[in-house]
């Protein structure tokens, strides 16, 4: 996964990625991220670019974990409006390919879906469902690009054409979201009230219409994708240790939400991790 990573957003948070055995990932493909037009930066996080070439090589799943963003995409046989997750994605990746990913901003897509964002809840819809014919030239524009550039542009503007606007309530949310983002001290629902200043039945309502879950569940995607990279990153854990630094009462309360996020314990998560370091060859693919 050979990663170009100098846009951050526009917003100094964590960003869940979820990649899942990166070590094998970066052999496997490459990323780059890309700003949205000025015109999107109320609604889009970023966009991003993946390619593969794996002609004449063994087919690759690539697992990413879930996290509370609604991803536009636009790929041979996998293009579609990605509702929020609640369970560990796979994507095969064979042949060659190139496509486009826009990566929303938790809490401001329901202007373009036009319906709460509850209702592509783990699920994903058509292109023209949400954005009409126009999607079919985009995505060939997306498929056949010479460039980044062309990708980005033809994305772009198949977005900027749906007039739609942020909604204070999706302002709200999106601020909600951005709260426990940049604060990995907010574990529980009564601590992010506390910060927004919302009611735990306001906030509620709140995540439901425009994140697409409730906002305990927000905060675990975060503290769990936390709790991945650093199973993944650090050596041997000390569980205990990590599941109070993520604000668990129990060490036992931690495995078993973790195991529901990633489809595995702590333990099963971080033999993945260490045995794709193990396989990584000295140089990145091209």
């Known amino acids: 996964m050979n990663e170009r990573d100098s846009y951050r957003g526009p917003v100094a948070h964590r960003i ?26 109320d609604f889009v996080d970023y966009h991003w670019i993946l390619r593969w070439d794996l002609r ?6 690539q697992r990413v974990l879930p996290n509370l963003a609604v991803n536009v995409t636009f790929f041979p046989g996998a293009s579609g409006v990605h509702g929020p997750a609640r369970a560990v994605f796979s994507h095969h990746l064979e042949g060659r390919v190139q496509g486009l990913g826009v990566r929303f901003r938790p809490g401001c897509f329901r202007a373009f879906l036009g319906a709460p964002v509850r209702d592509i ?9 949400v954005f009409g014919p126009a999607a ?6 997306v498929h056949t690009a010479a460039d980044d550039a062309q990708m980005v542009h033809a994305v ?36 992010l009230c506390a910060d927004t200043g919302l009611t735990t039945r306001s906030l509620q309502r709140l995540f439901t219409e425009h994140v697409g879950c409730p906002p305990k569940w927000a905060i675990r995607i975060y503290r769990l994708n936390d709790a991945a990279q650093r199973i ?6 000390d569980y205990a240790g990590l599941a109070v630094r993520l604000g668990y009462s129990d ?19 971080a033999r993945t991790s260490r045995e794709s370091a193990e396989r990584e060859p000295d140089g990145d693919r091209a």
């Open 16 to 41: 869940p990625r979820g990649i899942v055995a990166e070590a094998t990932a970066r052999t496997m493909f490459t990323l780059t991220r890309h700003p949205p037009a000025p015109e999107l930066a």
């Open 56 to 61: 004449g090589k063994p087919a690759h799943e």
């Open 121 to 129: 809840a783990d699920r994903a819809v058509p292109l023209t469902d």
């Open 136 to 141: 079919i030239p985009a995505t060939e524009s």
């Open 156 to 191: 772009d503007n198949l977005l900027i054409a749906k007039p739609v606007t942020l909604s204070p309530a999706a302002r709200r949310a999106a601020e909600a979201v951005e709260s426990i983002a940049r604060d990995p001290g907010i574990t529980r629902v009564a601590q």
């Open 232 to 237: 993944a990153t650090e050596g041997p854990p």
């Open 251 to 269: 060490q036992s309360h931690f495995i078993r939400d973790f195991r529901t996020v990633t489809g595995q314990s702590p333990a099963e998560y």
